[in-house]
């Protein structure tokens, strides 16, 4: 094996390497306990001729240009592509259909697929109606529908601040209630504005998620880390979740029959009847979630402190996680994650790259990024980024993160 060759390799760090030597390790250690004493040549003779005979092997195919190959095969795969082109300056198109909601730290900005972007004023954050016809939008103790234009259509106001508005997913000619918390208080009100009640009393901090496909089901967090379904004209209870680590983000999957629950230490899986299908632990760290358009695959965000690296890795959300299908890694922190209407793209928010990337999710596999974003809607240069970052993105029409 060459030495540039070697160097090369050397210099892959694999997802959670750390964590998998220390595993390794305790397995080596314990054979090695129980070894049964042998000859130093007697015990050498056969594995030194197949070590040997593996160098050939391995000599010949890595002086070979398929050999020479695997070497950048190995490094696509866990790092970002050196060879990958420079980022865009600036966000002239989206690589898909559909606009983007995305809620910065100056406010919520629209961005259709040339590329043009409107800002909807001094709001906090905004989340899209159905099909984008409307955008709820709070800002401390007020919540207020908006055309993408920016035209106020109605607002209201309340005690608390007032966070964690969403669109209820019903067809047009059921269309729609918004679910948002007024403190610890969970509400529901009519998409026209009118109808305003208390749903909850005292709930969890994260944002309520409508059920797809199913008409006025809305799932929510207790203050103890329960996931609660409730019918919100009964405003009964439909099921209730054991206690567990209280979630940052509540996502269904398109078919309502799958929910996410992302905790700052746990990702839990449940079906449709609150069943917990699995659960894996999370190390610290930033993390985001987000189901593959029409299935039950989901692309999660896990940071590793030992590298501090962020990966992006595939599971499915049936009986079993599978086995878990690396994406893409990169140094620091990934913060944002959305999929594109036709489920082709994904965008992803590298925080300390002060950059978006668009990664390809079909056969042929590519990656296209863009840089400046915090100054692209209307923040500082000077700011942290960890601040001045979008916290949120969602790619019209699912329901927002």
């Given amino acids: 094996m060459s030495e540039e060759v070697k160097r090369s390799l050397q210099r892959i760090h694999a997802p959670d390497e750390i964590e998998a030597q220390r595993r390794a390790w305790a397995l080596v250690r314990a054979s090695f306990d129980t070894r049964e004493p042998v000859a130093w040549q007697k015990r050498n003779r056969r594995p030194l001729l197949l070590v040997a005979l593996g ?35 600036a966000l002239t198109a989206l690589p898909a259909g559909g606009s983007l909601l995305v809620n910065s730290s100056k406010g919520p900005w ?63 000619s059921e269309c729609c209630r918004i679910a948002y918390l007024n403190g610890r208080q969970l509400r529901v009100v009519a998409g026209d504005g009118t109808g305003d009640a208390p749903l909850r009393d005292v709930v969890g901090p994260v944002a309520p998620a409508w059920r797809p496909a ?32 209280p979630p940052m983000q509540l996502v269904w999957s398109d078919d309502g029959r799958r929910l996410l629950a992302l905790g700052e230490r746990s990702l839990r899986v449940f079906d449709s009847n609150g069943n917990k299908l699995w659960a894996i632990g999370m190390p ?85 990024s863009v840089s400046n974003i915090v100054e692209q809607f209307g923040g500082s240069s000077e700011a942290p980024l960890d601040t001045a970052f979008p916290k949120s993105v969602s790619w019209c029409c699912p329901a927002s993160p």
């Fill in 214 to 245: 199913v008409t006025r089901q809305v799932a929510f967090s207790t203050i103890d880390g329960r996931i609660e379904l409730a019918d919100v004209d009964t405003t009964k209870t439909i099921w209730l979740s054991a206690p567990g680590d």
């Fill in 55 to 89: 160098l050939l092997v391995l000599l010949a195919a890595f002086l070979s240009p398929p050999g020479r190959a695997l070497v950048g095969s190995v490094r696509d795969a866990v790092t970002p592509d050196k060879n990958t082109p420079k980022p865009k300056p």
């Fill in 110 to 172: 629209i961005v259709h697929p040339d590329g043009s972007m409107r800002p909807l004023g001094p709001w906090w954050e905004g989340a899209w109606s159905p099909n984008a016809e409307h955008v709820a939008v709070t800002k401390a103790h007020r919540l207020a529908a908006l055309t993408p234009d920016g035209t106020l259509k109605w607002a209201l106001a309340r005690s608390k601040l007032l966070h964690g508005a969403r669109w209820s997913l019903e067809p047009p």
């Fill in 284 to 368: 610290v760290g930033p993390s985001g979630v987000v189901f593959v358009r029409k299935s039950h695959r989901f692309i999660v965000i896990r940071y590793s402190p030992a590298t501090q690296r962020s990966d992006l890795v595939l599971f499915q959300a049936e009986t079993s996680p599978g086995e878990p299908r690396f994406l893409y890694s990169a140094p620091g922190d990934f913060g944002t994650l959305a999929i594109s209407q036709n489920g082709d793209w994904l965008l992803v928010g590298w925080i300390n790259a002060n950059q978006w990337l668009f990664l390809r999710l079909t056969s042929s596999a590519k990656v296209e």
